[in-house]
């Protein structure tokens, strides 16, 4: 069964290296700290086995991930979905970088880091819209 540390009120916020573990987990699933190794092993040859693991333990107790004890291998399990802790971080850095500004951010964000086809993705979403 997937346990979740207590952890204060407010959401907790990765790390870059916590964050690309995460991602790690939300492609796999539930998986084992073999198993996310062997996931990042490819991309990050600095990190290992050892490194993971504390890293996923570290993560379990800020509430960032849920982890599974039934088995002798624990089974981690991100605590929030992709989507969720992604628009808790966009809030994040829209209200301190932006000034609340979501559009701000947009516009910061058109500046350089899109691409041609990102672009017209937006502008296809943006046409397709209909306002009430």
Excluded at 26 to 41: C, D, P
Aim: net charge positive; proline share 8%.
């Amino acid at each position: 069964m997937l346990q979740r540390m207590p952890h204060p009120a407010s959401p907790p916020k990765p790390t870059p290296s916590e964050l690309e573990l995460l991602r790690v987990l939300w492609q796999l699933g539930a998986a084992t700290a073999r198993q996310v190794h062997e996931a990042v092993a490819g991309d990050r040859p600095d990190l290992t086995a050892a490194t993971v693991l504390r890293l996923l333990q570290l993560m379990h107790a800020k509430g960032l991930l849920l982890r599974d004890e039934s088995q002798r291998a624990h089974v981690y399990a991100p605590a929030q979905p992709q989507d969720a802790l992604q628009t808790s971080l966009v809030s994040e850095l829209i209200t301190k970088a932006f000034s609340g500004s979501g559009k701000a951010l947009v516009l910061a964000a058109l500046r350089g880091h899109v691409s041609k086809k990102e672009r017209e993705e937006i502008q296809a979403i943006l046409n397709d819209r209909k306002d009430p």
